[in-house]
Every structure is written in C-alpha cells, then in structure tokens.
C-alpha cells in the first residue's frame, strides 16, 4: 500500500487490474449482484467441485466485459420488448446479447449461473491466447453472440486438453500444432432450419 492511500483506495487500484480481485472486492459490499455471493453459490461449488478461487475467477472474467451498471441498462432496454431469453427457440435467433440479463439478473436462478459460469470457465482458459481480445469484444454483439461463445468454448477445450491453439484472423479460425504438425482449425455453430431443427 502507497503512503497516503486508504485500503479502499489500494483495493481498487488492484480490482482494475484483475477482474477477480473485483468480484471479491465486490463481495464485502450490499450492491454485489447474488453470483458474487461465494456462500450463496457454496451448495452448488461442492455440488460441482468447483473451488472458491476458480469460481471468483471465472465470475471475475464475465464481469470483466461488462460493467454492471451497463448490463442493468441494457437488461431493462431488453427486457420493454418482453421477456428476454438467453436461447433462442429453434430456427430463431437472438433478439438480445445475453451477457447482460447474465449480469443484471437480480433473482438466483440455476440456469443463469450455469451459464455464468459455463461462459466464465471457458473465458479464463482462453484469457492468455494472442487475439482472444477480438473473440471477447464479439461477445457484446448480439448476432455474433452465439457463434462466438462456441469459439471461446472450443479454444478452451483445447487449452485444456495441453494444445496451445494461435488464434487467427479470417479462415481457418485458429492453428493447432498435433504431434508437431500444424493443423488448420474452422470452428462453426450449425444453425439448421426451423423443420429441422424440430
């Protein structure tokens, strides 16, 4: 801590360097949305096996897209065309980004911290590749939304799996190197028609 600063003050200098350290700076404050709340989530995170540390972080790399007070505007500006949903029914697409009705959800429900985390996981796996910033920004777009979150998904599988995928711009969508060979990578989201999707 820097002579003169208060602890608030060194916190917050810390929290605008890692979106973790802002989810539990957040969790000692009332106006903390319910998924900062590690002991409201604790029945699910033993359910799961999910620690504390990797939930703070993954919850840490959502929130790090949005600000909170942005995603509850948007929420209401979503929320005057009807309900919201998060997934469109078949043979549709999304009429909302669901990043902020995940965000400004003010009711605990499984389903949104399912998909918080979910989306968080895959977010941290990926947060060190070269070029992911580009994938994160198409998250806040609506009609890139669903092809994008499949990319960061399929990247993080392949993080996890000890493959170190280069992220490229254009076709293929990202390189991998197998067995010291490298293999060209085209991630798409099929979306079938409405009869066929039935």
């Known amino acids: 801590m820097v002579r003169g600063q ?19 700076q957040l969790m000692s404050t009332e106006s903390a949305p319910w998924y900062a709340d590690v002991n409201l989530c604790r029945p699910f995170l033993q359910q799961s096996g999910m620690d504390e540390a990797q939930y703070v972080a993954a919850i840490g790399e959502v929130r790090a897209l949005m600000s909170l007070e942005e995603a509850k505007r948007q929420r209401v500006a979503a929320s005057s065309f009807g309900a919201p949903t998060l997934h469109p029914h078949p043979g549709h697409h999304l009429e909302h980004n669901p990043i902020p009705l995940l965000l400004a959800s003010d009711i605990p429900a499984f389903n949104l911290w399912i998909e918080l985390v979910r989306l968080g996981v895959a977010l941290f796996h990926t947060r060190g590749l070269p070029g992911i910033q580009s994938k994160r920004a198409l998250l806040l777009n609506a009609d890139q939304y669903r092809s994008t979150v499949f990319e960061i998904e399929a990247l993080a599988d392949f993080v996890t799996a000890g493959l170190r995928p280069t992220i490229r711009k254009g076709t293929p969508d990202c390189v991998l190197e197998v067995v010291g060979k490298p293999l060209n990578v085209e991630m798409r989201l099929g979306e079938a028609r409405f009869g066929a999707a039935l």
């Open 6 to 24: 208060s602890r608030v003050q060194a916190g917050a200098r810390a929290a605008a360097r890692d979106p973790a350290a802002e989810v539990v």
